[in-house]
């Protein structure tokens, strides 16, 4: 069962409270008296009101339905009770501050020494869920990288290796819109993600940078880039989708788990950054695609993108599941600095893919829950390996994703119902090299002379891990 511990700065969880109606804090309220017997002078800050969605909660009346107005907080459409242990705030920067704004890497990791000094965060706020665990399968870190979050979770997670030195440590890396016309709030955003990068990459078992606002999507997404209630929702589908398989019982095989993700993605050993696609499908035209007397070539079951799908409906579903696993919708791998869209294609058609996991869930998944594990899937997978052909790990599943309520409407077409396949996928590729050069080429600039060096050299090892054994040979940037 998952356990979550939630960090966050001052003002930062909106209206929601550590207290709530499932859990009490006896022991915190009786402790409250300190040896001060002097007078005592109270500074209150202006009270936080829950969104009128949560208010109708509360109150038992029928919620109205979460709009961009009424969604201020990320807690204003989150409607779980949340254990007081697992809510933990830190007071010493607030939200959105602009006298001391949380921006900096060096501010996270300086800000991680010091309570962890003297709290010791992974004994007060971890280790009390990690105890409760059976068979714990890992430990999945969610954090913005380009920013101060990215220096605090990059010592967090160092720590969580000391700690927990065999168990999986997965991190999703998320990037935040970089404003045009900032250039010097879009370089110091790049520093801090190519810390990150660095960091984090070391540590954890894998790293998959997410960009929260894709530069390019398809036109059955509606998005408002301003608001990250309707951002997380892109980002929400997506990692939920792939890791799917991660949580659910294996229908007679065996359970799938993240190390099983990173045997397929890690193929020589260093590939621990990956790619994250995604596309949404209409599962109605699905189903009708699998009826004896369905039409194939009815239309593209992507929403809203009704007649281009006709290429691949007629080909054997393995093959055209394929190649669309590596021509996904949505491609949320932060791209790179001052690229136009036609540049963008020229590397999505050159890069090298060497390892993949895909994740299929809706009425195409017709093989039930887990993957096709066999003898010969084995033999076949150590033969990609060793001949350099990309290794491919797929993942079934007949559950959709179900929207609910307090889900954005982002997707255009999608029927009434509220449910919609998705098709997910993680790949290692050269495309990952490319954005480790580029953070190489902006730290040599940006960076002081005393870390320069190492974290230099130290991306640049990381990106020869995307060329070994592969190089096309044509588009290898030259080092100034």
Known sequence: MPRTVIYDLKGGF???????????????????????????????????????????????????RPTISTVKYWSDFSHL????????????????????????????????????????LLDRDLRLWVEECDQMQGIQVFTGSDDAWGGFASRYVERLRDEY???????????????????????????????????????????????????????YVSLNRLSAWHTSALLAI????????????????????????????????????????????????????????????????????????????????????????????????????HENLESRKRVEKAAHVFGRVESLRGPFAVHGVGSQYDDAEEYSRKRRRLYGIPVLEKYRSSLPFEMLDTFPEIFRGVSDSGLVAVHASLSTSSTVAKRVKELQRVVTRTVGLDERESLSNGLGEIAEAYEEGWSSGSDDDSDD
């Open 14 to 64: 909106g209206s929601l409270k550590r207290v709530n109606e499932l859990y009490e804090l006896e022991s915190e309220a009786q402790g409250r008296g300190g040896v001060w017997t002097g007078p005592t002078v109270i500074n209150t800050a202006p009270p936080i009101y829950p969104s009128p969605y949560l208010a109708s909660l509360s109150t038992g009346a029928i919620p109205p």
């Open 238 to 337: 997506a990692i939920e989708s792939v890791a799917l398989p991660c949580r659910l019982r294996g229908d007679g095989r065996r359970r799938t788990t993240f190390n099983d993700f990173e045997a397929a993605l890690n193929t020589n050993g260093n590939q621990r950054i990956s790619q994250l696609t995604f596309s949404i499908l209409d599962p109605q035209v699905l189903k009708d695609k699998r009826k004896p007397d369905g039409d194939p070539f009815r239309g593209d079951p992507r929403a809203g993108n009704p007649q281009q799908f006709h290429a691949l409906a007629g080909e054997d579903s393995k093959e055209a599941s394929d190649i669309a696993g590596t021509n996904l919708d949505v491609d949320l791998f932060p791209e790179e600095m």
């Open 165 to 219: 030195g065999k168990v999986g440590i997965w991190v999703w890396g998320i990037e935040g819109w970089q404003e045009e016309g900032r250039k010097d709030k879009k370089l110091l955003k790049a520093t801090n993600g190519a810390k990150a990068l660095h960091d984090l990459s070391t540590y954890a078992s894998h790293y998959v940078p997410i960009s929260n606002i894709p530069p390019h999507l398809p036109k």
């Open 81 to 120: 009770y949340y254990h007081p242990r697992s809510i933990v705030q830190l007071n010493d920067y607030s939200l959105g501050s602009s006298i001391q704004p949380f921006e900096n890497y060096t501010s996270g990791d300086e800000l991680f020494d010091s309570l962890d000094k003297e709290h010791d």
